[in-house]
């Protein structure tokens, strides 16, 4: 059975695994892919429940966890990023929510990673996951100066700061901010936030204690940063860092 969680921080997305993700209905800007580590995996809608082998949810698409108590692995990507736009048309097309077929191999895998939790097997499963779905190649239907703001905030040295990104591709904030929405469909402020939380854990993964990395990436501090992390991936931020 598995002892507490753990999280992998990989390019340009977050994996966990624990038995403890918020049960509360929420959103984010993210794309979520859920799976029980017994394959059978739940979650809650406003509209009511949804069972799958593999549940991808797409950006601020109402949705909580309902496999409290047994251990099961969400991947947080980027729907921004290449692969992850790929995957978020390919995969969900119009749809906030959608399920996918599990494979013998993977349920297999699965019902191992308890036993054996490392973050090379977090790895390695994601990959699987995007590798299943993932699909083809689709361009991002973006304008230069949000491609750029994207390319900015994916550099950890990044100051995300709203004012500073919007200089940099000449546009003032309240442009870029409505350019930004109106071409991704996420709030420039909600991407801003999950780039920070994913450059935070970088930074305590190599070292730095929680209230270090919240103020080196535009926090207010280690509460700001823990609610952060609950609001966007449900997962308790200083259990599964084990700080």
Not at 24 to 50: A, F, N
Not at 139 to 152: G, H, M, N, Y
Not at 157 to 177: H, I, T
Request: glycine share 10%; with cysteine; charged share 20%.
């Amino acid at each position: 059975m598995m002892d507490g969680n753990i999280i992998y921080i990989g390019e340009n997305y977050i994996a966990g695994v624990s038995d403890t993700f918020g049960a509360k209905i929420h959103r984010h800007p993210l794309i979520e892919i859920y799976v029980s580590c017994d394959g059978e995996s739940h979650i809650m809608t406003g509209q009511g429940g949804v069972q799958g082998g593999i549940i991808v949810i797409g950006p601020n698409a109402d949705h909580a966890i309902a496999d409290t108590g047994k251990p099961g692995i969400a991947v947080f990507l980027d729907p921004l990023t290449e692969t992850g736009y790929s995957l978020w048309r390919n995969t969900l097309g119009d749809h906030m929510i959608r399920t996918a077929v599990m494979t013998g191999v993977l349920r297999r895998e699965l019902g191992e990673l308890p036993a054996a939790l490392s973050g090379s097997s977090l790895r390695y499963i994601s990959d699987r996951l995007f590798e299943a779905l993932q699909g083809d190649p689709v361009e991002r239907p973006f304008d230069a100066s949000v491609l750029q703001t994207i390319a900015l905030m994916a550099d950890e040295n990044c100051e995300y700061d709203m004012d500073v990104l919007a200089e940099k591709v000449f546009l003032s904030k309240s442009r870029l901010a409505h350019v930004f929405s109106a071409q991704t469909g996420i709030t420039l402020k909600e991407y801003l936030q999950y780039k920070r939380l994913e450059s935070a854990c970088r930074k305590m993964l190599r070292g730095s204690n929680i209230t270090e990395a919240a103020f080196d990436t535009g926090f207010s501090g280690s509460s700001h940063i823990a609610a952060s992390s609950m609001k966007l991936t449900g997962m308790q931020l200083r259990k599964m860092l084990s700080l």
